[in-house]
Each structure stands twice: as C-alpha cells, then as structure tokens.
C-alpha cells in the first residue's frame, strides 16, 4: 500500500505542477524566467516554512545542510530557469511533454548510481510512457510554435537536475523529514534566486504586474510551487524515485486543459492518443512492487 500511496500522492502533485505549466505560459510574456522563479518559490517557501515551524518537523542533520542546500540550488534555482526559459518557446502542453522524460531519465540515473535495481516491468511501462510522449511531440511538430524544437530540448536538458534531485533526496528525506528537507532546500533556492534578483534588477518588473497577473503568480507560488512540492517530497519518502518520477508524464493533461482556458492552446489528436500511451506505461510500472509481493 506504501508505493501505491506514494504513487497516488505524486499524482496530484503531477496535476499541480501541469496546471503551473499553464500559468507559467500565460505569465511568460509580462516577466523574464529569473523573476518568475523568484516569483514562484519565494512565495513557495514563505508557505513551507511556517508550516515547518508549526509541526516541528524533523530538520535535515548538520552534516546534510550543505548536501539539502545544494540539491535546493540546483533544483528551484537552475531547473526552474531552465523551464521558464523552455516555455518562452513552446507550448505548456509540449513543455510539459518533453518534461515527461523525466521517469526515463531518473531511471537511468537511479541505475547508473546503484540507488534503484532495474526490472523488466519497470522498463517497459517507463518505455511505453516515452513513446507516448515522443509519438505526441513528434505528430504534432506541424501545429507547433516556430522554433518550439529549442524549448522541448532545454526542458529535456533541464530534467536531468530533476533527476538527480529525485535519486540523490531519498537519503536526505530518511534522515530528516520530507517537510524538513523541503525547507531548507527550497529555502536555498529562493534565498539565491533572490539575491540574483536584487543583483539584476529584476524584482522590479513584478511593479508591473496587474490583478490577474499577481493573482496568477500567487497561485504558482501556492498550488505550484509549495503544496505540488510538499506532495512530491511526501511521495518520494513512500515510493521508488522511478515510480515518482513515472507520475509526471500525467503533467501534459492538467497542463495542456488549463493552456487551452488560459492562452487558447489547442488540445490534439495525437496529444490525447499520447496521453492513453503514457497511463498505460505508469500501470505497468507501478503495479511491478504489487506483482512480486502476490508472488
């Protein structure tokens, strides 16, 4: 029940993170990828920590600050540039699609580490998720942006930090608390996407931001950035770092219906059959853990 649970919660963490695709695409043209960040996980962990506080969560050990803080950096400070820039290229919905390399990516990594044993259940249903993944994006290269190639391939580079984060933070998790590893991390982050801010001037463009564009980014930093996140540390503390991972290749759906209210992004054929290919590879995956303990 541990994995199914875990699985279930990266779910709707998944979902969270598609709907901030949407957002992110429809706040992209009023502000540049460093302010978005900062928009996004400084209100992020200004909704972390005092809940942190209020439980009393168990921190990360001395010796593990610099560990949490550098995987902090690294993830909410580099990836989520490297996103923002992505969806200044390309559709949320495509975006959110090449993001969905992520479970192929984390599994190699995992193997490659020796942190996560590989089995054939597990690869095939990770395999068929990609080639629903890749059938979409590649289908669908006429109806795409001018130059939407360059966005899916930085998204597609960006995921490679999320994947370590995704093998490297169970170990940090178990010797803490998912809550507490949040923190600190996406303190990190937001502490340094901060100081970049002040450095470049780039706070300054949120003055120009309107009602719907501040209410828009509150919900990225809210339902995008802490509660998605918080669901997903609480996930990878129940699940294997692949099965998590696997979860994201649902991000396309919340993204691209979302896109569709907000900026008018259609919703495809090919998308769809996509889709039916990626949930068919995450039973697969998933039910690897059910099927050894029935047996």
Do not use: H
Request: net charge positive.
């Amino acid at each position: 029940m541990g994995e199914w649970l875990g699985v279930l919660i990266a779910i709707v963490s998944s979902c969270l993170g598609g709907t901030a695709a949407a957002v992110t695409r429809y706040l992209v043209g009023n502000a540049d990828p460093l302010t978005l960040s900062i928009l996004r996980w400084g209100i992020g962990f200004l909704c972390v920590l005092p809940v942190a506080l209020v439980l009393r969560v168990r921190w990360p050990r001395r010796e593990d600050w610099l560990g949490v803080a550098l995987l902090g950096f690294c993830f909410y400070g580099l990836f989520f540039i490297l996103y923002n820039i992505a969806m200044g290229y390309t559709t949320a919905a495509r975006a959110s699609l090449a993001l969905s390399t992520l479970p192929l990516q984390t599994m190699v990594v995992g193997a490659l580490l020796g942190i996560e044993a590989l089995t054939w259940r597990k690869v095939t249903g990770v395999g068929i998720a990609m080639l629903g993944v890749f059938g979409a994006l590649g289908s669908g290269l006429s109806a795409a942006p001018v130059g939407a190639w360059r966005g899916e391939l930085i998204m597609t580079g960006a995921v490679l930090c999320m994947s370590f984060y995704n093998v490297w933070s169970r170990a940090f998790i178990a010797r803490s608390s998912a809550l507490g590893f949040l923190a600190v991390g996406m303190g990190a982050g937001a502490v340094a996407l901060v100081v970049a801010g002040l450095l470049t001037g780039r706070l300054a463009v949120l003055a120009s931001f309107g009602q719907a564009q501040w209410l828009a980014g509150i919900y990225l930093g809210v339902a995008g950035g802490a509660l998605a996140f918080i669901l997903w540390v609480m996930a990878l503390q129940r699940a294997s770092p692949t099965r998590v991972a696997n979860t994201m290749t649902v991000n396309p759906i919340a993204a691209a219906l979302l896109a569709q209210q907000l900026v008018g992004e259609p919703i495809t054929l090919n998308l769809v059959v996509g889709l039916v290919a990626v949930f068919a590879g995450i039973w697969i995956a998933t039910t690897d853990a059910a099927k050894v303990q029935t047996s």
